[in-house]
Structure formats: structure tokens, C-alpha cells
């Protein structure tokens, strides 16, 4: 199979040195771009350049990303291309900077273009603007695919984030959903799009799992 894998966050820009970012090392995603280039497939890996897991790719194509409209664009590059399966967990950020204001002692604002923002204009004011979800668009770009999606999630309970994995499912027309995180508990959860979840302990079974669903 030919397989797109993404790991690792990405980042977007306060000014022309200062980042917003996700917190994610980028193993989840590296480890299933190794595991299934292992068991033969052709695989693409695009990893985000904050990603600082160590460990070694494998995959045959290695690409590096660093905004949403970074990996949004390579991406679509590859969409052309004849793709069987798709995984996204990268981290990908969900806001990105606005308009940013300086304010003053006494309280005017006034708007920031500058490449660098100097730490004397005081106490800085930032719009956070909502990225378009990437997820959103894979069946479009990727329509024969099978896409598993990532929902992590910190709050909640396992049968909320089921739910919300589920949701994504709908709204994306994705094939499935991995859900995970402190709100989803220890292990993973493999949601399809009938809502029912399968329970996997480690990454090990998470990875086998994923090859099935792949492979329809």
C-alpha cells in the first residue's frame, strides 16, 4: 500500500522569532510510519520540524513541515497521487496569531506589525484565530483513501472522547478514529464510523489494528 503518515506539531508565528505551538514529540506518528514500512509498505512521512523524538524513519519518503498551511499544502501536493491510506496524528495547532496590540500604562492600544516584537512595547494583546481543520479536507483531497483521524483529548471521560471520535468521523468522512490521551485513559481507542470502539493496550496492538483498517 502507499501510505501517507503525519506526525509531530505544528507551529505558528507571533512574529518573525517567537512561536505558538502543541506540545507533541512526534513518536506516535514516526513509530506507525515505521511499523508499517516494516511490513513492506511504501510510506510518506511528513513530520513536523518541532517534532524531538530521536528515534529512527524509516519511511521512505521523509518531508518536514512547520505551519498548518504548511502541511496543509504538501498534503495536497500529494493528493495526485495513488494514495490507499492515510494517518493523521499530528498535532496540529488550533489557533493562529491575529492582530496583535501593545498596551499602555494607561491602557491605549495601538497594533504591532514589526518583524520582531520588542519585549519594551509592555504587555502585548494577541488574537487567536481558529486554523481550518486539516482533517476537513482529506476526503477531498485523498477520496479513494481509507483516513483514520486522532482525537486527543485532556478533559472528559473514555465515553466522551468515543463520542467526540465518532463526531469527527461524521463531519470528516473519515473511516475511523484513534482516541487517546489523559481523557481517554491508558491505551487507545479504535473508533469506526458505526460509533463502536475497539480497546488497544499499547501502541504495539494499535499499530496492528491500524494495518487492518487500512487494508478495509
Known amino acids: 500500500m502507499n501510505c501517507i503518515v503525519t506526525a509531530g506539531p505544528t507551529y505558528e508565528s507571533l512574529d518573525k522569532v517567537r512561536r505558538l505551538t502543541n506540545s507533541s514529540t512526534g513518536r506516535l506518528g514516526i513509530e506507525l510510519a515505521n511499523s508499517l514500512a516494516a511490513r513492506g509498505h511504501d510510506v510518506t512521512l511528513l513530520v513536523?520540524?518541532?517534532?524531538?523524538?530521536?528515534?529512527?524513519?524509516?519511511?521512505?519518503?521523509?518531508?518536514?513541515f512547520t505551519t498548518t498551511a504548511d502541511l496543509r499544502e504538501r498534503l495536497q501536493n500529494l493528493a495526485?497521487?495513488?494514495?490507499?491510506?492515510?494517518?493523521?496524528?499530528a498535532a496540529v495547532s488550533d489557533f493562529l496569531?491575529?492582530?496583535?496590540?501593545?498596551?499602555?500604562?494607561?491602557?491605549a492600544l495601538s497594533e504591532i506589525k514589526s518583524g520582531k516584537i520588542s519585549t519594551?512595547?509592555?504587555?502585548?494583546?494577541?488574537?487567536?484565530?481558529?486554523?481550518?481543520?486539516?482533517?476537513?479536507?482529506?476526503?477531498?483531497?485523498?477520496?479513494?483513501?481509507?483516513?483514520?483521524?486522532?482525537?486527543y483529548e485532556t478533559d472528559g471521560d473514555r465515553a466522551s472522547v468515543v463520542r467526540a471520535a465518532a463526531k469527527q468521523i461524521s463531519e470528516c468522512l473519515t473511516d475511523a478514529c484513534v482516541a487517546n490521551g489523559p481523557g481517554y485513559g491508558d491505551g487507545f481507542g479504535i473508533v469506526l464510523g458505526?460509533?463502536?470502539?475497539?480497546?488497544?493496550?499499547?501502541?504495539?496492538?494499535?499499530f496492528e489494528a491500524l494495518l487492518q483498517v487500512a487494508e478495509g
Not at 513536523?48 to 518536514?64: H, K, L, M, N
Open 120 to 151: 519594551r512595547q509592555g504587555t502585548l494583546l494577541a488574537e487567536l484565530v481558529p486554523t481550518p481543520k486539516i482533517i476537513a479536507g482529506l476526503r477531498d483531497w485523498f477520496p479513494k483513501a481509507r483516513i483514520v483521524g486522532w482525537k
Open 48 to 64: 513536523g520540524t518541532q517534532a524531538f523524538y530521536a528515534g529512527e524513519r524509516r519511511a521512505r519518503r521523509v518531508e518536514t
Open 97 to 107: 496569531f491575529g492582530k496583535i496590540w501593545s498596551r499602555s500604562p494607561q491602557g
Open 194 to 206: 458505526n460509533g463502536k470502539c475497539s480497546h488497544m493496550p499499547d501502541s504495539a496492538a494499535l
Open 80 to 89: 495526485n497521487q495513488s494514495t490507499h491510506a492515510v494517518f493523521h496524528p
